[in-house]
Structures are given as C-alpha cells and as structure tokens.
C-alpha cells in the first residue's frame, strides 16, 4: 500500500501552523503559496494534531478567503475529516457527500480519503448499505487510505474447501478487517492442492484476488494456508494509483510548492 506520511512531517507542518494563525489558515488553501507543500490528501491530518474544533476554525476562515472556482470541495473534505474527528458522524457524511460530487476526479487520494470519511461515518450512523458501497469505491481506488487512518474495515466471508476456514482464520486475525455480517466480502476456496482468495465489493466486483499453489517441498496445510493469506492482503491492498500521480499530488512529500489543482 502506499506510504503513511512521516509523522516527523505532520508535527513540523502542525508545529508551523501552531506558531502563526494566517499560517494554518493557508495550510488548507491547498495550491496556494500559502499552504506550500501540503498535500490535499494530508491536511485532513491536522484535526488529530491540532484539534478538531481548531481545524473546523481555520477551515471555516479559509473557506471565506478563499474565491477561486472548485475550492469548495476541498474544505468540505477537511472539515468532514474534523467533523468525524469530534463525533459528528453526520455532518461528516452530509460534508463527504458533497465533496465527492464535486471534487477533482484527479484528485484521486483526497478522494478515495473522502470515500473512507463516508464509509465511516455511515457505519458510526448505523447505515450498512451506504458504508458498504463507499468502501468499495474507496478501495477501488486506494485501499491503504484505511490502514493511514487506522480503521478497519468490515467484512463477511464466503469460505469453501477443506482447507478455506484455515486461510479465512489467517485473514480475520489480522487488524485490517472485522468481521461482521456486512460489508465486503472475503472469498476463499483452498484445499491442500490450491488456493484462490478474492476480496469483492457489495456488487460482487472483485477488488483484489491471490492464487497460489501447494508446494511439493513438505509445505504443511497450515503454512500453505498462511501463505496464501499473505498472498491476498498483497493483492488486495496493492495501489492502485500510479506512482507519477501520487507524486503529483505530493505523496512523496518534496520539498516544493504544491500546484494549483483548481
């Protein structure tokens, strides 16, 4: 998956902002000379650093600042992040929502982060179908947008073969996925010869899927199996943006100013 942004640079970014109230204002005029190196995909960050009632402030002046054409998108994609950081489930997904109609389709990592902010606030509002569906968009796009957050992610599973339920044990152990009776779906079919293991949206469409065959070198059930689990977190959690695009928007966080996305 891709990189979680050094935490080394959210505190320098946060210390800055902290030291100078027009500074933060201009950390989210993302494009501007103001917010310098800031990725759009980041800012959001800031709500966990600096407070959310804080970010929802600078946010709320930058907005009024702000008059270029296509800037609204992306203050509704920050405030909806401090939105969700204070509890306010609703306003996030009402904020989410917006965002998504409007925003950039090239602004792929702000808007699969967007999706996830939708996804979350939807399941924190009890919404089942809605949060199933932005979890699929999101992965579609950028499943380690998860992971950066640190929010799991629901899942049923569909297990056959002898040896399904012991990959599908592997898969539920780890802390990327819960299991519930909803969400997206882990399909398994393994037995000791070969194994096959998809992750599919609400619409069957698969996301993410590993094959792989027994070895004949004394592999055991068990290690087949937990290789095969391995073998699907890669696929499914592989980007699926391309590196020039990431860098585009600034995931390898380089010391220069930021483009003008609007």
């Known amino acids: 998956t891709l990189p979680a942004f050094p935490m080394a640079a959210r505190w320098r970014i946060a210390s800055r902002a902290m030291a100078d109230e027009a500074r933060l204002v201009g950390t989210f005029m993302i494009g501007t000379h103001r917010s310098a190196v800031t990725p759009p995909w980041l800012a959001g960050e800031l709500a966990d650093v600096l407070g959310a009632g804080v970010v929802r402030e600078a946010v709320r002046r930058a907005r009024v600042e702000d008059e270029r054409e296509g800037a609204a998108p992306y203050y509704d994609a920050f405030e909806a992040e401090a939105a969700l950081s204070a509890g306010d489930a609703t306003r996030a997904r009402e904020l989410a929502t917006r965002c998504l109609a409007d925003l950039n389709p090239a602004e792929a990592l702000l808007r699969a982060r967007a999706l996830a902010i939708l ?50 044990d592997y898969i539920a152990s780890g802390a990327r996925f819960d299991t519930e009776d909803w969400g997206l779906t882990v399909q398994v079919a393994a037995d000791r010869a070969s194994g096959r293991a998809c992750l599919l949206d609400p619409g069957g469409a698969v996301l993410g899927c590993a094959e792989e065959t027994a070895s004949a070198d004394g592999e055991t059930g068990d290690e087949f ?14 980007p699926r943006v391309a590196l020039s695009q990431a860098d585009a928007n600034g995931l390898d966080g380089s010391n220069r100013v930021s483009r003008d996305p609007l």
């Open 119 to 168: 996804a979350e606030s939807s399941r924190r509002l009890g919404d089942a179908r809605g949060a199933s569906s932005a979890y699929g968009e999101a992965f579609q796009i950028d499943p380690g947008v998860f992971r950066r957050l640190g929010w799991s992610v629901p899942v049923r599973y569909d297990l056959q073969g002898g040896l399904a339920e012991d990959v599908g």
């Open 225 to 238: 199996a937990s290789r095969l689990a391995r073998a699907f977190f890669d696929a499914a959690f592989a």
